[in-house]
């Protein structure tokens, strides 16, 4: 069965230090993968999709960014973390065709 | 408008109860559509897919009304388990991506 990882859990950081949030997910190939930030109070918000390896669509212009190195591995990045950065952080999986996402377990950063 | 809305509530109801709620988008090309249950400080977990027939697993039952652009979703026998945010998903016909409506909260109250 498919299964999808995210850490670390919890991340309280500095503004202005860099981020990487990692996702991998297992027992499937080619996935679909999908970065989601929910702000307190706030919706998920889609930040960036891959179809594939090296393939990155961005939704939302700015400090973020995510690299797909392999096939079942995500990484979303910044280089200078900004208040607004703060909330939970969502990677999420797709196959083929079908429009069902399944979501990793999430990352909850707080930027100080 | 919103590409999808949902009332936020919360519904507060007594367990046993039946409880319903819409949501509504507005991309009548809309093709796929879901709800999804969040548990206070979890991810979403897909709950049903709402086929145009509708769909029914167990205690919970989707509908879709495509002339009205909404879906519903009804839970009967209400459990405290059944407690969380529930959130309409709805995929706007572009590209691979789903939207989601900012959820509603349900309560059920022992």
């Known amino acids: 069965s498919q299964t999808i990882h995210q850490w670390p859990a919890t991340l309280v950081q500095p503004v202005g230090s860099p981020l990487s949030l990692e996702c991998t997910v297992e027992g499937t190939s080619n996935p679909n993968l999908y970065w989601y930030r929910q702000a307190a109070g706030r919706g998920l918000q889609l930040l960036f999709y891959s179809v594939g390896i090296g393939q990155i669509s961005s939704e939302v212009p700015q400090n973020l960014s995510a690299s797909r190195p392999q096939d079942r591995q995500f990484i979303l990045s910044s280089k200078k973390l900004l208040l607004s950065d703060s909330g939970f952080y969502l990677c999420a999986w797709s196959v083929g065709s079908s429009y069902e996402q399944y979501f990793g377990p999430g990352t909850r950063l707080t930027v100080t | ?110």
């Open chain 2, 1 to 110: 408008r919103k590409e999808v809305e949902q009332d936020p509530g919360p519904f507060n109801v007594p367990e046993g109860a039946t409880v319903a709620f819409n949501c509504t988008y507005s991309n009548s090309a809309s093709q796929s559509f879901f709800w999804y249950r969040q548990d206070c400080r979890k991810e979403p977990k897909l709950l049903m897919s709402v086929y145009s027939s509708g769909n029914e697993d167990g205690r919970f039952t989707a509908q879709l009304n495509r002339a009205s652009q909404y879906i519903s979703l009804l839970i009967r026998d209400s459990k405290l388990s059944d407690s969380a945010t529930y959130l309409c998903v709805v995929n706007p016909d572009r590209d691979d991506k789903i939207i989601f409506g900012k959820g509603t909260r349900l309560h059920i109250l022992p």
